[in-house]
């Protein structure tokens, strides 16, 4: 099976950096990926790492140890609207997707 | 347009009856799926269907009975509602073979069970 570990909360303040760690444990990995959900709000897709490495795309990278079997998501220039909860996810088959509890990030003033 | 829809956005109903809850997706997509996230905020698989076939079954109670039409369909039925089935039920769907498997999710079916 499945399992995925991520921290529960994180707080930080506008303009600053954070970093949101994720280790997992699968049967079988093609690759990391990232969601940010808004209260009330459907998850939506932010990026995805297969390769170790670090993948770029503006304010947010993700990065990714295969031999670790660790991932980040690195959300920079923090604001407001980066409020919300972040989830790594495990793709462990073409069409398998399997979710961390998520990490809920509130960012203040 | 919407990409993923699903209804009814919010459902309330009593403990014993049958519920139905529908997805539709204009992406084109062969792959759609169901999510339950409790209120935990716990986001997990149900149901999987590729071009109208079932790939993934979890763990699921039989009073829970996914139904794919056509590939831009899939509905979930669900039969003598139980509280702890009160949950946002998420409908999601993607393409196979793609690079990033990335999942488009639809807003959300609230169920709150009485």
């Known amino acids: 099976g499945q399992s995925l570990e991520q921290p529960s909360e994180v707080t930080a303040v506008e303009g600053a950096i954070v970093q949101i760690n994720c280790t997992y444990q699968?049967?079988?990995?093609?690759?990391l990926s990232w969601y940010q959900q808004h209260d009330g709000g459907a998850p939506t897709f932010l990026s995805y790492?297969?390769?170790?490495g670090l993948e770029e795309t503006g304010r947010f990278s993700s990065f990714l140890s295969r031999s670790d079997s660790y991932g980040y998501l690195l959300l920079q220039e923090l604001q407001m609207k980066d409020s919300a909860s972040y989830f790594c996810?495990?793709?462990?088959?073409?069409?398998?997707?399997?979710f961390g509890k998520g990490t809920m990030l509130l960012v203040s003033p | 347009d919407t990409a993923v829809s699903q209804t009814p956005k919010y459902l309330v109903t009593q403990m014993g009856n049958d519920k139905s809850i529908k997805c539709e997706q204009n992406?084109?997509?062969?792959?759609m799926y169901w999510y339950k996230q409790d209120s935990k905020k716990f986001l997990k698989i149900m149901f999987s269907?590729?071009?109208?076939?079932?790939?993934i079954n979890e763990t699921v109670p039989n009073r829970f009975s996914p139904k794919s039409p056509d590939k831009a369909h899939l509905n979930l039925h669900i039969n003598s509602l139980e509280l702890g089935d009160s949950a946002v039920y998420f409908c999601?769907?993607?393409?196979?073979?793609?690079?990033?498997?990335?999942?488009?999710f639809g807003e959300g079916s609230r169920l709150t069970v009485l």
């Open positions: 999601a769907s993607s393409q196979s073979g793609t690079s990033t498997g990335e999942l488009f």
């Open positions: 996810a495990v793709r462990s088959g073409y069409s398998t997707l399997t």
């Open positions: 992406l084109g997509h062969d792959t």
């Open positions: 699968t049967s079988g990995f093609y690759g």
């Open positions: 269907y590729n071009n109208k076939e079932l790939i």
């Open positions: 790492n297969a390769l170790d």
